[in-house]
Nanobody
Framework: QVQLVESGGGLVQIGGSLRLSCAASGLAFSYYVMGWFRQAPGKEREFVVAINRIGDNTYYASSVKGRFTISRDNNKNTVYLQMNSLKPEDTAVYYC?????????????????????WGQGTQVTVSS
């Protein structure tokens, strides 16, 4: 079956950096849009960023644009999230997700219901 396994979370100081990885198996990785979502305690799951199948187009939430960078390696079936200039409000469980449908104006990259598969999440805590 499909598995998405996140890693790389942890405790980091304000202004620090962290890189998350998501290893995918059980699916044709290069056929899927990949995304990152996050969920803080007591809050709804929110969209962070998505990357298209080839990896030549990305879409970022305004809250992370300029600080976070998504990338993918289709030869390794892995998607990454490089997080820089981390803030306390970035504290959340970060989830990797996959969708077979391309994103567009009609089917937005941020639409949580379009994603078919989800990882178990990895905790990121930003503290002074």
């Amino acid at each position: 079956q499909v598995q998405l396994v996140e890693s790389g979370g942890g405790l980091v100081q304000i202004g620090g950096s962290l890189r998350l990885s998501c290893a995918a198996s059980g699916l044709a990785f290069s056929y899927y849009v990949m995304g990152w979502f996050r969920q803080a305690p007591g809050k709804e799951r929110e969209f962070v960023v998505a990357i298209n199948r080839i990896g030549d187009n990305t879409y970022y939430a305004s809250s992370v644009k300029g600080r976070f960078t998504i990338s993918r390696d289709n030869n390794k079936n892995t998607v990454y999230l490089q997080m820089n200039s981390l803030k306390p409000e970035d504290t959340a469980v970060y989830y990797c997700a996959a969708r077979s449908s391309p994103y567009s104006r009609q089917l937005g990259a941020e639409d949580v219901y379009e994603y078919n598969y989800w990882g178990q999440g990895t905790q990121v805590t930003v503290s002074s």
